[in-house]
């Protein structure tokens, strides 16, 4: 088990290059979690404590909340994390995590992936990222407006009235309340949609990064090509 501040010490959780190893990839090899690799790719290495180590399984867990930090379980699944059963949804695209999206709405209107989309579900990435024309939409849905920095900010005192905006994924409905998708610093309250154009065969993707992966016990099962997905506890 690997343990704590999800914003330090957890980057990228995901399988490994060879066979059924599963690593946890450092910040500077976190652009990518594949699902398959050739045995001619290098296999990406764990630090933890100064040390070097390599962990072998087929399935991979990631936990984490602000309370309580975070937790990785190489090679099982502890049912303590999360609340209900876990909801399997197949990766549609061998090289990321990548899943299909149903749609996703606020307030029963969809608001964006009316169609279907493809989403990547990335511990590497922190907030939840999509292509920039919904992501502009949701920003004025949610009242959000770009301070000096570039930030894209929302009144701390409004967020008690925010909607939830749901994922719905192979059938499930995943919501995201306020308390999710603004992040709260001392003086100021970001909104933790980012707007960025992933273009790929199969369109372009969004990322559900650590705004998302926060509020879902997330089960990455490389043995099944599938990840599984229940609220955390």
């Known amino acids: 088990m690997v343990s704590g501040n999800n914003s330090d010490s957890v980057h990228c959780v995901g399988p490994g290059l060879r066979g059924q190893e599963t690593t946890l990839v450092t910040p500077q090899d976190s652009a990518k979690c594949p699902v398959k690799g050739?045995?001619?790719?290098?296999?990406?290495?764990?630090?933890?404590?100064?040390?070097?180590?390599?962990?072998?399984?087929?399935?991979?867990?990631?936990?984490?909340?602000?309370?309580?930090?975070?937790?990785?379980?190489?090679?099982?699944?502890?049912?303590?994390?999360?609340t209900g059963s876990l909801n399997w949804v197949p990766v549609s695209v061998e090289g990321y995590w990548q899943i299909s999206v149903d749609s996703i709405t606020m307030n029963g209107e969809t608001i964006a992936c009316a169609e279907g989309c493809q989403a990547i579900v990335d511990t590497g990435t922190s907030l939840l990222t999509g292509p920039t024309s919904?992501?502009?939409n949701i920003q004025s849905d949610i009242g959000a407006s770009e301070?000096?920095?570039?930030?894209?900010?929302?009144?701390?005192s409004a967020i008690s009235s925010l909607p939830d905006i749901i994922f719905t994924i192979n059938g499930v409905q995943y919501p995201l309340p306020p308390s999710a998708y603004i992040l709260k610093r001392e003086d100021s309250c970001i909104s933790g949609f980012e707007g960025m154009d992933v273009s790929t065969e199969s369109g372009e993707l969004?990322?559900?990064?650590?705004?998302?992966?926060?509020?879902?016990?997330?089960v990455f099962d490389r043995a099944n090509n599938q990840v599984g997905l229940a609220p955390v506890a």
């Open 206 to 218: 969004w990322i559900l990064g650590d705004v998302f992966i926060r509020q879902y016990f997330t």
């Open 147 to 156: 301070n000096l920095l570039g930030e894209m900010v929302v009144s701390c």
């Open 38 to 82: 050739s045995s001619e790719e290098p296999t990406a290495d764990v630090h933890t404590n100064e040390r070097t180590e390599k962990f072998m399984s087929s399935s991979l867990t990631f936990h984490s909340n602000d309370e309580s930090g975070s937790v990785v379980i190489f090679g099982g699944i502890d049912s303590s994390y999360y």
């Open 134 to 136: 919904p992501i502009a």
